[in-house]
């Protein structure tokens, strides 16, 4: 693969700050075509790519209307763009938000597969936050922007192949998306017949790309060349990395195709992703696992643990605050690692509050802020799968005494 040109980016804000840019551009010329044709343009046609109403306001300048799939639906207003010109130009995207607020820091792709947040002098955000304009100098050739990284679908499927190809697991397809693409699991058989399942999911969500990033990161540390096997064997494992991949390919917000949340429907189950997720965790009970463990990975404001209640009655019992003080006896930073939030969405038909309720074990959500370095990201990762191990390690030797 060839790099693209790095691109420079143009620190424009005192010019913008004295333009008033802040004030949305008045709306002028016809609807997205004209934006796909001139010298400059922006398209909106690959994986993970909404397909926003855009108008031209300039030559180089550009209006996205970001608005969600389905209404009332949770703020997480994502984009991701191209901008195409044949000569180094300058370029400017207004992201107007008519119903919500701008939430992501918007990222470019410097060379395939690297990005890096645009600087804040390159955002001017209006005060009610509904409107930012991204100022941008482009190079020759095709450069993407996203508000977060944009990780396609075939990157997922390429990843999941790479890792099960080097760790030795097995990858099969346990069903069918909405609109017929495969979900794929991962799994690593225990040693023994009756060994406890643990489940780890993940891509429930689109936009939460710093899950995906921790979600890699950590199973890398957990089966990769530093992994435990002998730990590892006294488990069976069953992972399912991309469970929306509808959700990803429209680059929508929060749903499925059939315009439902997905982790809104773990007990009613009415949705073809989370009803193979299901089959395929009852195939593994059938199976004799019982249900140990699920941790689901995600992303938010900040870098935190959503647990069950302290005072919940599961086996293992107090599992979450076990690990947390693993995790946090393994973090080299002087901040603690991850915020703990017990007791959230108590109720709802989440993952974890499904797993807990149905088979009375522990269910965590990890969630990564939206924001963090992608570094720190990595390092959370090696940690918390450090300290599952040490726990895992230790859980079988008190079950062995
Ligand atoms: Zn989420």
């Known amino acids: 693969m060839t790099p693209k040109p790095l691109l420079r980016l143009l620190m424009l804000g005192a010019a913008l700050t004295a333009a008033g840019c802040a004030t949305p551009v008045a709306p002028s010329g016809p609807q997205s075509a004209s934006c796909e044709s001139g010298a400059v343009r922006l398209t909106q046609d690959f994986s993970t790519a909404p397909d926003y109403a855009c108008e031209r306001t300039d030559d180089a300048a550009f209006k996205l209307t970001v608005l969600p799939e389905d209404p009332d639906i949770n703020p997480s207003p994502w984009y991701a763009f191209d901008l195409h010109t044949e000569r180094a130009s300058e370029a400017q995207v207004a992201l107007d938000y008519p119903d919500y607020r701008h939430r992501y820091q918007p990222r470019i792709e410097i060379e395939d597969g690297h990005w890096v947040a645009l600087p804040d002098d390159a955002v001017m955000v209006s005060e009610d936050r509904q409107n930012a ?184 019992f107090a599992f979450s605050e076990d690990w947390i003080a693993l995790i946090e006896e393994e973090w080299s930073g002087t901040e603690p690692a991850f915020d703990r939030g017990p007791s959230h969405n108590v109720g709802m038909p989440t993952s974890k509050t499904w797993f807990a309720d149905t088979y009375a074990a522990p269910g965590v959500t990890v969630e990564y802020g939206d924001d963090t370095d992608r570094d720190r990201i990595t390092a959370l990762s090696q940690t918390a799968a450090r300290a599952l191990a040490r726990y895992l390690d230790e859980a079988q030797t008190v079950s062995a005494e």
Request: no cysteine.
């Open 133 to 316: 304009v991204l100022s941008l100098e482009i190079g020759p050739g095709a450069t993407r922007i996203g508000a977060q990284e944009v990780i396609s679908l075939a990157d997922r499927a390429m990843w999941r192949t790479a890792f099960a190809d080097r760790t030795g697991m097995t990858r099969r397809v346990i069903g069918e998306s909405r609109q017929g693409r495969p979900i794929e699991a991962l799994s690593r058989p225990a040693a023994s017949p009756g060994a406890p399942l643990i489940i780890i999911l993940g891509g429930q969500h689109p936009p939460e790309v710093p899950g995906v990033l921790g979600l890699r990161a950590f199973l890398d540390a957990l089966f990769g060349a530093e992994a435990n096997t002998s730990v590892l064997d006294g488990y069976q494992w069953l992972i399912l990395p991309d469970l929306n991949p509808d959700g990803v390919e429209h680059g929508h917000w929060r749903h499925n195709a059939g315009g439902l949340d997905l982790n809104r429907d773990w007990g009613p189950f009415t949705q073809p992703e989370t009803a193979a997720a299901f089959a395929a965790i009852q195939a593994q009970i059938a199976n004799g696992h019982a249900p140990y463990l699920l941790l689901d990975f995600h992303a938010t404001r900040r870098d935190v643990l959503y647990t069950p209640p302290d005072a919940a009655e599961l086996t293992p």
